[in-house]
């Protein structure tokens, strides 16, 4: 799989040139030159080999239809691991420069060659192994699946072909094979196992928390205009008094200012009069039916009675109605009832609790009807106008909850809801406005205040990690696992929302992993390190 970097003259690549053609066009190889199917030189750690054959499956696909070409291997194409890459063992490495398995590739690795083990020629394995010279000796399903009971200082099995200039397995070395990422864990060793810590290297362990999945947004308040009113001067008249100030807090019904006007008096008057005709009407009608049973008085005579009563009655209740319209209450007119020759003045009232946020009354200045006295607005809620990019609105509906943070109020976050979303979106700024309505019991906020406002589209508890352990490698987000002082398992996760230097993720590590944070990206360096020109050389 890879040529060491002492093959840096022009003889050492033509050579390796050479070797590759030589496999590739099945001829004899180098190794088969020199010892087929004879003993040959080891080294004692190498004895402990074991046999990786191909998947069972695999063999018995192939075998059931073996096809009809031939390949150089003597052999059927269709079961030749050499030719039919469909028929390697896809856990073992395999050396493109000689076209064999990496393990069994004895001029990469000279060292790994067993003493008097023989060799095929033809298919580049061991004679004991060899599966295509002998069908006999293909594994059971069973077999296949057996794990081996021990393993060496680095927790590989016997016989896994290790790195050694990285120490890890070949398999999992990360600076070798960068490209096995999507596939494998890969790892990555350090010199020493004090090089990651005078590196700066620390770890933090992943944890499920809870995250939100949100759309930041900007904001502006405003008041709750269900719950503002402007108190208006219903005809024109003279301001006799102002009992409120700016900023005065107000209950339902309280006196904020008093007015006199012509009309104000003639609708007074008005009603006095009515309700004086309608007691002289009910008089008279009451005198009538008294001379009806007695037989003095006609019939027709008691029906005009009764008429003048009814006429008498629906002008009291016009004028009675007009005083209401003015602004008297109920306890106003019956003072008019009981104190006729006291001055009549329309008393402006609160309709609701609330406070005065604007005044433009001023005692003994003289008005025109429909001018506003005051603004009148109850606090405890607010308004906030959102603005929604398009791209954000299908995640948008109502009552989601909605977070304010006003940069005033430091640390204080508050809570609302969605409650009206525009059906048009701004031809200029491509966003739609929206609007969610707050408590604000303690008054601290205030119209025409900006805000940022996160707008809730889901809430879970997923693993969570700090930004800063997550790395790029070629689009892909990784992360890097303690599994010793020196050496780090290669993650490549897959990622939900990030928050406020936190980020979701959905797969790739599992709750308790040391996942490095302080200097994750020294530890993407040492992993990539081969593409700086250093380590060994790929193809």
């Known amino acids: 799989m890879k040529l060491k970097m002492i093959i840096n003259s022009t003889a050492g690549m033509l050579l390796a040139a050479v070797v590759m053609l030589t496999a590739c066009s099945g001829e004899k190889s180098s190794v088969a030159d020199t010892d087929t199917k004879a003993e040959g030189s080891a080294s004692p750690a190498a004895v402990e080999v074991v046999k990786i054959l191909p998947p069972v499956a695999a063999y018995e696909i192939a075998l059931a239809d073996p096809g009809d070409k031939e390949c150089p291997h003597e052999t059927k194409e269709n079961l030749c691991y050499i030719c039919n890459p469909k028929m390697r063992d896809p856990k073992r490495m395999w050396c ?22 023989l060799v095929c020629k033809e298919h580049l394995l061991y004679e004991d192994e060899c ?48 490209d096995l990422l999507a596939t494998n864990h890969l790892k990555v060793h350090f010199a020493s196992k004090q090089a990651a810590a005078k590196a700066g290297v620390s770890v933090t362990p992943a944890a499920v928390e809870q995250i939100s999945d949100e759309i930041e947004v900007y904001a502006e308040l405003a008041f709750n205009e269900n719950r503002l009113t402007e108190i208006a001067l219903p005809v024109q008249g003279i301001v006799k008094s102002v009992e409120v100030d ?111 946020a604007e005044r433009n009354a001023v005692q003994g200045s003289w008005l025109e009807a429909g001018t506003a006295l005051f603004k009148l ?16 609105l299908q995640r948008v509906k109502l009552g989601q909850v909605v977070k304010l943070v006003i940069a005033s109020r430091v640390g204080q976050v508050f809570e609302g809801k969605l409650t009206w979303i525009a059906p048009e979106v701004d031809e200029r700024t491509r966003t739609a406005s929206a609007r969610a309505e707050f408590s604000n019991t303690e008054g601290a906020l205030k119209a ?9 589209n889901r809430t879970a508890k997923n693993l969570i990690i700090p930004q800063s352990a997550v790395q790029d490698v070629e ?4 992360a890097f696992v303690r599994l010793a002082d020196d050496l780090f398992d290669v993650r490549m996760l897959k990622t939900g929302v990030s928050r406020h230097g936190r980020i979701e993720v959905l797969a790739g590590l599992k709750a308790g992993d040391q996942v490095v944070t302080a200097s ?15 380590g060994c050389v790929d193809d």
């Open 246 to 356: 700016l900023g005065y807090k107000v209950e339902k019904g309280e006196v904020l200012a008093t007015v006199s006007s012509v009309e104000i008096s003639a609708a007074a008057g008005k009603y006095q009069l009515a309700l004086t005709q309608q007691e002289l009407a009910q008089k008279a009608l009451g005198r009538e039916q008294k001379l009806s049973k007695q037989k003095i008085s006609s019939q027709q005579e008691l029906d005009e009675a009764e008429a003048r009563m009814k006429t008498a009655e629906v002008e009291r209740r016009q004028a009675y109605q007009q005083l209401m319209t003015l602004g008297f209450d109920a306890k106003q007119v019956e003072r008019l009832n009981q104190k006729p020759d006291e001055a009549v003045v329309l008393e402006l009232r609160a309709p609701f609790a609330g406070e005065i």
């Open 377 to 392: 607005v109850d606090t405890s809620s607010i308004w906030a106008f959102l603005s929604i990019p398009e791209s954000d």
């Open 96 to 117: 493109k420069e000689h076209g064999r398995y990496e393990e069994r590739c004895f001029e990469c690795h000279p060292d790994l060659k067993e003493t008097g083990r």
């Open 448 to 456: 025409q205040m900006f805000a940022k406002a996160r707008i809730i």
């Open 475 to 478: 689009g892909n987000s990784v």
């Open 131 to 178: 599966y295509i010279c002998h069908p006999d000796i293909m594994p059971s399903k069973s077999e296949e699946t057996k794990k081996p009971q021990s393993s060496n200082d680095n927790g590989a099995a016997p016989g896994v072909l290790m790195c050694d200039e990285h120490n890890v397995v070949e398999a999992e070395c990360g600076i070798c094979h960068p």
């Open 520 to 534: 994750s990206f020294i530890v993407k360096s040492q992993f990539l390190i081969s593409r700086l020109g250093a």
